[in-house]
């Protein structure tokens, strides 16, 4: 096959063939199909050239965000080529959705899972390898899509054994891969069946792999390729006859508006605030949220139903959710009759809805990838939609646990805390860096369509923030007595976790200054529990950290964030528990005196806060700014630090 003979007469140049070009022979005949079957007039994003390179036969990657329009790209090259275009896409109800939409617009499309008949099954086998499309002795039309799930693929050796009928026969034309980086155990969302498709490549070593995704860092590119057994990527642009051509789209979508909000403590709060922004911004509109486990998908769905009164009807999602019941609920979710989907991020992939106008989280993502992708299902139709994330320290903490056995688990989380964390920087320009450091997708990639530069959204909660409420302020002194504090619980052979130092370091809680130092003592045989005893603050730290909670929070946080903490993990019989200790740049600090500390001109620590008067969320103004004196704070005696009651 001299796929690139093709193209040649089109638009080959001296260094490769633009893909991007619209001056293939087959230009026309693609545009006039996607009025006819389709509907759609022109092109978006990177599709025409993911088509002209698909009409060429080649392997490619297509990185286009959700929404974007991927299907496209392999939905009408189908029909202009012979053959059968095999697609593996990782959920039953998106391949309904697809077939549905297809066979309405006369395209002929079947899938072949669990739900297929025996009977049905075999007919479709006896289509797909006849020859000439006839079946039962009777002509039938050549099946143009063949859906599958990517379980399909990995466990059924009939079912490759007949695709290896098909390919012999020249009737494969391509196998397309759907949200490609389920592939990549480095991604944030593996899934073990695509392990499998790396059989691919060597069943059926002529055929062409398009993979898609909406999200795919240079480590999950790189794993894909890898795994799929495709060349390294050539520049859609000035493509050479071999490898894999790569395609991205502007990733910016302007007509999210993304937000962060902090999150109060206790979880009923987290419910009213979010029950009161739905009906203020939202009322009669669909949404998602996304929360971290199934547990809190199902309370959250239960409590805001009760809390709005009956007004927001919710809906739960998860894995556990029976196949039928998930069925459903898509169904009543996209006729409005669910307003609200409570959800793991099991729910997600390939959701068909437009007027999602808002996606909140409940907890941050394990990863600014998955939090990208997960928001990015607001809006596909285009429509001004909302994104906020419910922000809070302790969650981190609670992520950090879940993560910890993970590759690259703790700085893919890291960089999405120092994304919430942040309330400076233009949101846009944040995701900006980070995917163009993690991933192939230049800045501009970025940019507004139309124009050149990277420049602030204008419209993000850090866009919109008033810089007069965001205060600079010099921490070193506050950094000192934290850390000195933590080193004094680690020596004596104790650990805390990152709430309860807070309190900590703040002389707060009825257990003022007592921390878990020394005396180990020994219960039910097992587990070591370091027995309670006291801790002079005034001794360790010349007193109490003269912030307020909040405050102290974001600046642990920063600590972490900057590995003056660390984070340190012991798995019990249900979860890990996650305790904060000094880290390797913690003596950098605590060796000077607090003299010293107070005097010194170098400064490392600088912090953003947010400034009291701009706080809306807290009337309670017991915040100390002053060390209270020695006595008061030794003998405990004063619980008025106290914002907030225990968390959770
Ligand atoms: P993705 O798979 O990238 O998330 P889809 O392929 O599901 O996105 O497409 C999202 C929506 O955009 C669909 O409703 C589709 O019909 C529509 N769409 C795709 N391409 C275009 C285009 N060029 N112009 C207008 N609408 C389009
Ligand atoms: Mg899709």
């Given at each position: 096959q001299n796929r690139i003979a093709r193209s040649a007469g089109g638009s080959s140049r001296k260094d490769g063939i633009?893909?991007?070009?619209?001056?293939?022979?087959?230009t026309h005949e693609l545009k006039t199909r996607m009025r006819k079957?389709?509907?759609?007039d022109n092109f978006r994003l990177c599709q025409q050239g993911v088509c002209n390179a698909n009409m060429d036969g080649r392997d490619i990657v297509c990185v286009m965000p959700?929404?974007?329009?991927?299907?496209l790209t392999y939905q009408l090259p189908a029909l202009l080529t012979s053959g059968c275009t095999l697609v593996i896409s990782p959920l039953i109800s998106l391949i309904h959705d697809q077939i549905m939409h297809l066979q309405e617009a006369g395209v002929e499309a079947v899938m072949l899972t669990g739900s297929v008949s025996k009977e049905e099954t075999k007919r479709i086998y006896a289509r797909l390898t006849s020859p000439y499309g006839i079946s039962d002795g009777r002509p039938s039309r050549e099946i143009k899509l063949l859906y599958i799930t990517p379980e399909k693929f990995a466990k059924s050796k009939t079912f490759q054994s007949m695709l290896t009928n098909v390919a012999g026969a020249g009737k494969l034309a391509r196998v397309v891969i759907d949200e490609?980086?389920?592939?990549?155990?480095?991604?944030?969302d593996f899934r073990p069946?695509?392990?499998?498709?790396?059989l691919l490549r060597q069943l059926y070593p002529s055929v062409p792999i398009l993979a898609l995704s909406a999200t795919c860092p240079p480590k999950v590119l790189e794993d894909l390729l890898k795994t799929l057994k495709l060349r390294p990527v050539v520049d859609?642009?000035?493509?050479?006859?071999e490898g894999t051509v790569y395609f991205t789209a502007p990733?910016?979508?302007?007509n999210l508006h993304y937000s962060i909000r902090p999150k109060p403590s206790s979880a009923q709060a987290v419910i009213k605030a979010m029950a009161e922004y739905i009906l203020e911004h939202h009322p009669n509109e669909s949404g998602i949220i996304y929360c971290l486990a199934k547990k809190d998908a199902a309370t959250v769905a239960q409590e805001l139903y009760e809390t709005s009164g009956g007004k927001i009807r919710t809906g739960v999602y998860h894995a556990d959710v029976a196949d039928s019941d998930k069925e459903n609920l898509h169904k009543r979710w996209r006729k409005g009759e669910i307003q609200v989907v409570c959800a793991?991020?099991?729910?997600?992939?390939?959701?068909?809805?437009?007027?999602?106008?808002f996606v909140l989280h409940h907890s941050m993502s394990k990863s600014l990838e998955g939090f990208y992708q997960e928001s990015g299902r607001a809006g596909r139709d285009g429509k001004d939609s909302d994104c906020v994330l419910y922000y809070r320290a302790q969650d981190a903490a609670r992520l950090s646990g879940m993560v910890c056995?993970?590759?690259?688990g703790q700085p893919k989380l890291y960089d999405m805390l120092r994304f919430a964390h942040?309330?400076?920087?233009?949101r846009k320009i944040q995701f900006a860096n980070y995917f163009s450091i993690s991933s192939?997708?230049?800045?501009?990639?970025?940019?507004?369509?139309?124009?050149g530069a990277l420049t602030?959204?204008?419209?993000?909660d850090n866009c919109a923030?008033?810089?007069?409420t965001v205060e600079e302020k010099d921490v070193t002194l506050e950094a000192w007595q934290i850390l000195r504090i933590a080193e004094a619980i680690k020596k004596g052979g104790g650990l805390e976790t990152l709430n309860k130092l807070v309190d900590l370091v703040r002389g707060?809680?009825?257990?003022?200054?007592?921390?878990?130092?020394?005396g180990r003592k020994r219960i039910r045989g097992k587990c070591k529990v370091p027995e309670k005893t006291g801790l002079d603050l005034e001794e360790i730290a010349?007193?109490?950290?003269?912030?307020s909670k909040e405050d102290t929070e974001r600046l642990l946080v920063e600590l972490l964030m900057s590995h003056y903490l660390i984070e340190e993990f012991k798995p019990t019989a249900y979860s890990t528990n996650v305790y904060v200790s000094p880290g390797p740049k913690a003596i950098s600090l605590t060796r000077w005196t607090r003299d010293e500390v107070e005097h010194?001109?170098?400064?490392?620590l600088r912090c953003h806060f947010l400034k009291?008067?701009?706080?809306?969320?807290?009337?309670?103004?017991?915040?100390?700014q002053t060390v209270p004196s020695n006595t008061a704070s030794r003998n405990g005696k004063k619980k008025t630090n106290r914002i907030t009651s225990s968390d959770e």
């Open positions: 633009d893909y991007n070009a619209a001056n293939f022979e087959w079957v389709f509907g759609i959700t929404g974007g329009g991927k299907s490609a980086h389920c592939v990549s155990q480095l991604g944030h069946d695509y392990k499998k498709l790396s859609s642009q000035c493509a050479p006859a990733l910016y979508r302007k793991t991020i099991a729910f997600g992939l390939g959701i068909d809805k437009g007027d999602v106008r056995g993970d590759v690259e942040d309330l400076k920087q233009c192939h997708v230049s800045l501009s990639s970025w940019a507004t369509e139309g124009e602030r959204c204008g419209h993000c923030r008033d810089p007069q707060a809680g009825g257990a003022s200054f007592e921390a878990k130092t020394g010349g007193g109490k950290v003269g912030l010194r001109t170098q400064r490392p009291k008067t701009s706080r809306k969320s807290k009337v309670n103004t017991s915040v100390t």
